[in-house]
């Protein structure tokens, strides 16, 4: 469904009191001063009246509905606001001929997309036409990555504004804008420590939103003595009982996290690794997902430099699937600190990534005869497993039969690193490429021995 909006709306009986506070100017928003201050780019473009369509990233309760509403007001615009969530294409090329028609009356409109990622290619595709003739001002809302999450044909025609969470002096401001504005608790008396207040901002991460429905939550719940409401900081806390991380398990934040964990680790600082496990635990992530990552981390970051690190991670892994949460969570701690302190080498990646690149070039490059298996008669007489040497029939255990195809013969992948005990098999692998060198060129293995 859509909401068609226009100045002369009344406002419901009941609303929230994020609702009823929401600003009505710039000058009553509050945070995103790097956009709206004076001077800035965003307050420019409404103030000269020259606002384009336009994408707001940021985190929730940051202000991007509020803006929007404040630009529909500021430029004298009709204002049609989507839900991802609930509408679909033919909702959309509804109201878009509407905006058609207010266009041939010299009207303008603004159309607020909330949620634009939730929208699949095909909806986002419905906007273009009408965002290219101009029919509408299109201002999509979201919490995720629009490089991911927009059509880069739809994203090329708007500009990305990025909203941050508001700082703790932002939310005390609104805190108390709100006790003092007939739209809030200013026509009543309701007593609340600064300490109550500090407690609520803090809690809300930079949320307008949520701090707002805590202190009508605290109020509401307050105590009662005539005209007077008095909001203690037992109240409060029982308000803010478990702090909500700020945590999405399938969205940018997920892999925000997930990659502080990653770095953390490969940068060898235990103490940030445990955090970040932390976050990603008691938000709700699965600790089995964490498990499969620090198991690649195991290869990608430590690999041979301590081949123990593997059977760490596995064993964390299977400790996870055998008695979950909460308990698992000592165990993924045991892994990450591990993971942190091990000597790190990303040769087996290098290895892999390097002989990748050379795979997808030469995916048709035929096998060499002599390492086929030549298991018909037929496959024999082509010449399959001809010149196979079996490596367990000499006293080296080594041969120096060609197993790369003639394109890349002498190719190198696995360069090991000096990491670790990653150092012992570098010495191995030069004596072995030493031993094929001189079988090769002398035609026997005397040059040199491999233990």
Known sequence: MNEQLTFFDTTPTFQPLAARLRPQTLDEVVGQRHLIGPGKLLRRMIESDGVSSMIFWGPPGVGKTTLAHVIARATKSGFIEFSAVTSGI????????????????????????????????????????????GSIILIGATTENPSFEVNSALLSRCRVFVLKGLETEDILLLLRRALQSPEGFGNQEVVIGDDALELIARFSNGDARTALSILEMAVLNGDFDGERTTVTQETVEQCTQRKSLMYDRNGEEHYNIISALHKSMRNSDPDAAVYWLARMLEAGEDPLYVARRVTRFASEDVGLADPRALQI?????????????????????????????????????????????????????PVPLNIRNGVTELMRREGYGKGYQYAHDTDEKLTDMQCLPDSLLDREYYRPTNQGVEARYAERLEQIKAWKRAKRETGDGDEGTVN
């Open 313 to 365: 991670a596995v064993a964390a892994y299977q400790a996870c699937h055998f008695i979950g949460m909460p308990e698992c969570s000592v165990h993924l701690t045991q892994a990450v600190v591990y993971m942190s302190l091990a000597p790190k080498s990303n040769a087996m990646y290098m290895a892999y990534e390097s002989a990748k690149k050379d795979a997808l070039k030469q995916l048709s490059e």
């Open 90 to 133: 033919r909702e959309i090329r509804q109201v878009m001929e509407q905006a058609e028609r207010n266009r041939a009356l010299g009207e303008r409109t603004i159309v607020f997309v909330d949620e634009i990622h939730r929208f699949n290619k095909a909806q986002q595709d419905a906007f273009l036409p009408f965002v290219e003739k």
